[in-house]
């Protein structure tokens, strides 16, 4: 009998040149270039599958997050690949509670995204090799199984292993029809692409109409850096996409809590579905502060939330109304699959965050496995969606009718096409060349 | 009129192999490498003053906090000196708000780390041209300086520019009192030597002892990984020690928060003078929960703690009795002062985190600080004090008594001899190259 190992960790410093066309500007990020420090975990295993993940930066500093990756690599190369991906729990707890590493964190920023992105291509690996999209490798996985990824640590306050193992195992009986109804039917998206705040009001104007056209039922708009352009444009808006559209405003962590309090009560006019990020993702006392105030305009946040302790406080303070995970800045699948079932715990919908590069490709398959298997309905859910750098992927989403329709790909839908990670490599590749 | 540059900002990756001795083993870090991600910021002017900082990790990962400290050289190389000292507040909103940096954070972590190792080498570089120690050079600023210097994002909910000046100018009366009264008698201190986890009963006994001949009216045990251990380790020291010095115990996250409870409730028949870091340091309200049902026990934390957004909340919760901040953790100086004010407006004694290598150097000047223009006392105030790696800094903190004297010499006490920067290099210094 032959052993499997992880023989390679590449990882690859990818950015894209977003700025250029003031793509995924707002109220904090004037000027994104959208980048990924990429990660290809390679093995000896006869089917040479490979797992891929990454980190999503938005541009300098993408450098620092790949030395972060590279410092896991001791972990992995080496490691026996078939007990590593039938216990990914335990291969999560080695990776986070390092007792070095961990003085880098804990459990946040650049070091707990590079366990997000090696996890997440560790995911990838095992979909592939199961054959099956990862949101339904996970929405068949047997609830026992999916407690063991959990990392309770911290957690047990709000959520216990017994409480999580209930909410899973009362959905058992009902999966095969949610899976039914994902397949035939797909999950509901909102788009970002009208929004952002580098756009004039002509742009916005026309991709307005086209979200609506595409049978987007809510959009979404960057506020927070003038008060007077942002009613402007939450009018024009409005007007174009009438009363039964939901329109979210996103505010990038743009406000101090009375600041956001004023705001967004200026805002509530133009019927805001939500406002996202009111201020700092660290202030959990703050948005519940903020939440109260403009009680019942909804507050969302989550795209930088640290970990599933500051999500926690969160929920337990009542503080948001949309909690919006993102695939990978906490620590992967095996977080995320903890705070759905937070989430769900709190009855909170779970809405995530994406755009950036490859992100709404991974969270689908989040969302989806929350509807088969732990909050079992899409009621007031919706994966963000943004229409760019889709096509450097080789699996990428596809939506219809302002829908994700669910990925049928075996693994995580994370891969970039080869030729895509020459020509982007920074600093050297063909995209960053023509512009020396 | 000639115009001085910064010139360069070199990078080192310094490591002491502290594991071979179970040097800072506690609960959660049995064999740390006590390590700094080291900065050498040179200038053009006449002077050749060179400014000192780091950020400190526990080995594995300090070239990830290289690589970060690397990637905010742009912001200084090149950049005229005298303006840049004279608005340090500016500079370090130049490089907090970087707009793609900051999505490695925002504010945590790594390249938080990063940007106090530069901060501090900035200030140690200002305070040689002074001609003073720091703790002097910022006791004799103006408040408005002082206050122009902290960036109030996220903080005017717990305090404004004006109760920060009102703190300020109130004690500016008599600051020359209180700075004649520590150049006299110093600053107390508490000894962590004794403590670790790793060392048996006999050494405990031993340096529980030597602490009480040394005159120190407090020491510290790390505690958390076996009760019966606890409870055998505490009985010791208390026995060594008496009724009348100062126990506390550090827990180094290690708990849940009803675990928390428990545990320090078995405690309590010793007496803990704090129970240090009992769960998460990004779990606010379980600080709170614990302090709240272990009252009047006191809870003190801080050295993990990411910025001032989180110590607001900790404060706004009633949630410590002891802050215990960190100079290499949060943004360096600048938001050290915003964290003492906002101590000094809550009324919670502020007691820094030391030891690692370095760290007692640098937050006595801030303790310092604070005793002579923010909270203008030392009642219930000590410094930790760990009693290794200070022979490798070209001006050490000096004890006498069980006290901090103060520092004299000019600057921030940062710099390391050149010749112990060339041994302990990693990994090709003569330190490193013996036990390969």
């Not at 023989?7 to 990924?36: H, K, Q, W």
């Not at 109304?321 to 937070?342: C, F, K, M, P, T």
């Not at 490859?358 to 859910?381: I, K, P, W, Y």
């Not at 096409?417 to 590749?429: C, F, T």
Request: glycine letters at 6%; one cysteine or more.
């Amino acid at each position: 009998m032959t052993t499997s190992r992880i023989t390679a960790v590449e990882c690859l410093d990818i950015r894209f040149p977003t700025s250029r066309e003031l793509l995924g500007s707002d109220a904090m990020n004037p000027d994104p270039d959208y980048s990924a420090a990429y990660v290809i975990i390679s093995t000896d295993a006869p089917d040479q599958a490979t797992g891929h993940g990454f980190a999503f930066t938005i541009g300098r500093g993408n450098e620092v997050q790949t030395a972060a990756i590279s410092a896991l690599r001791p972990y992995l190369v080496g490691r026996r690949l078939e007990p590593a991906l039938a216990d990914l729990g335990a291969v999560w707890r080695d990776l986070v509670h390092d007792s070095q590493l961990r003085w880098l964190g804990p459990e946040k920023g650049v070091i707990h995204m590079a366990v997000s992105a090696v996890i997440n291509a560790l995911w990838d690996l095992k979909a592939k090799r199961a054959g099956l999209p990862l949101w339904q490798l996970l929405a068949r996985m047997p609830p026992e199984e999916l407690v063991k990824l959990i990392d309770f640590r911290y957690l047990t306050d709000a959520l216990t292993p017994a409480e999580a193992l209930d909410i899973l195992t009362k959905n058992v009986p009902t999966r095969g029809e949610r899976e039914q109804i994902l397949i035939a039917e797909g999950y509901p998206a909102y788009t970002t692409t009208p929004g952002w705040l580098g756009y004039d009001d002509d742009k916005l104007r026309r991709l307005c109409r086209a979200a609506v056209d595409d049978g987007f039922a809510q959009i979404k708009l960057k506020v927070g850096a003038d008060l007077e352009d942002d009613l402007r444009r939450l009018r024009i808006a409005r007007e174009v996409c009438g009363p039964s559209i939901r329109i979210a405003v996103d505010a990038n962590q743009r406000w101090d809590i009375s600041q956001a309090i004023a705001w967004i009560e200026a805002l509530a006019p133009y019927d805001p579905w939500w406002v996202e990020e009111p201020t700092s993702p660290d202030d959990v006392l703050g948005h519940g502060a903020i939440a109260r105030a403009v009680a019942p305009i909804a507050i969302a946040t989550g795209e930088h939330v640290q970990n599933r302790i500051v999500f926690k406080q969160l929920l337990q303070l009542d503080a948001l109304s949309y909690l919006q995970l993102d695939a990978a800045r906490v620590g992967g699948v095996n977080e995320n699959i903890a705070i759905l079932l937070l989430a769900a715990k709190f009855g909170v919908p779970v809405c995530p965050h994406a755009g950036g590069v490859g992100l709404c490709e991974l969270v689908q398959h989040l969302s989806m496995f929350d509807f088969v298997a732990v909050s079992a309905t899409m009621e007031n859910r919706t994966i963000e969606y943004v229409d760019h750098l889709h096509e450097h992927f080789t699996d990428p989403v596809i939506t219809r009718g302002g829908r994700y329709m669910a990925p049928t790909a075996p693994g995580f839908s994370a891969t970039i096409a080869p030729h895509v990670l020459s020509a982007y490599a920074y600093p050297h590749g063909a995209a960053w060349k023509s512009h020396e």
